[in-house]
């Protein structure tokens, strides 16, 4: 798909598909946060862990997981409790992620890139004010529950890879394409935001575009633009922002 296509086919977004994410998980989007969806049948498992053999939960990290699920019980019960953006412990995470194909290649990128727990604090530092701009703690929980319904594993793990691949540097926009991206609400916030340097950002958040769209098939991509289209205004240029640099 061409840089053109990708840009102009989710009128929702700004005119610029594919920048966005979302810390946004299933497996993965919820690796980023200190709750986890109330499982039952997970929490019962590793209560047996911890009766059988307390090493092991505590050695693989099953004590952290086993705090995030009684968190989520909480939270199932009172929407408003906790802090939705909190960040999930590392190994947590980590054992989370590696619950997938897909996230167990991302937990090997992050390692080689500088270190699991540097790269993942600084993706949930970025998703987290994403996630902070949809409001209250319930509609933050409710943000990250849509996420998780409406899109595949595969796109979680490419959003997050993006997160933490940081803004590129990426030739300018031209001025037809700048023009497209400002034809919708979000679009047109963000080139007045950016006076003088929205060819810059448009230009790098095209490059995003092209780049995380280039691991998604056709029907993930699909995913990926429905869920961004549907997001709030304030939401998607809190997402520009933060994918463009500023």
């Known amino acids: 798909m061409s840089n053109d296509l990708v840009i102009s086919e989710n009128p929702g977004a700004g005119g610029a598909g594919s920048a966005t994410g979302e810390g946004l998980t299933g497996g993965a989007a919820r690796v980023g946060f200190a709750s986890l969806p109330a499982n039952p049948t997970r929490k019962a498992e590793i209560e047996a862990i911890m009766r059988a053999d307390f090493d092991r939960y505590e050695s693989e990290g099953l004590d952290q997981e086993y705090r995030a699920l009684l968190q989520g019980e909480m939270e199932a019960v009172n929407p408003e409790a906790g802090t939705p953006t909190a960040p999930m412990p590392v190994e947590a995470s980590r054992m989370v992620l590696c619950s997938s194909q897909e996230g167990q290649k991302l937990v090997y990128e992050w390692e080689r890139m ?27 929980r409710s943000f990250m529950e849509r996420f998780t319904q409406s899109v595949p594993a595969a796109v979680e793990v490419a959003l997050m890879d993006e997160f933490a691949s940081g803004t590129p540097w990426a030739p300018p926009a031209s001025q037809a394409e700048v023009d497209l991206f400002a034809t919708t609400p979000a679009g047109k916030i963000m080139v ?55």
């Open 192 to 246: 007045q935001h950016w006076g003088a340097e929205a060819a810059e950002r448009v230009g790098i958040l095209r490059k995003r575009a092209a780049r995380l769209v280039d691991s998604l098939t056709e029907d993930e991509e699909a995913d990926l633009w429905a869920w961004f289209g549907g997001l709030d205004t304030h939401v998607i240029t809190k997402v520009f922002r933060t994918m463009a640099g500023g």
């Open 114 to 140: 500088g270190g699991f727990r540097t790269v993942l604090a600084g993706v949930q530092k970025d998703v987290g004010e994403i996630v902070k701009e949809a409001g209250s703690a319930l509609r933050q």
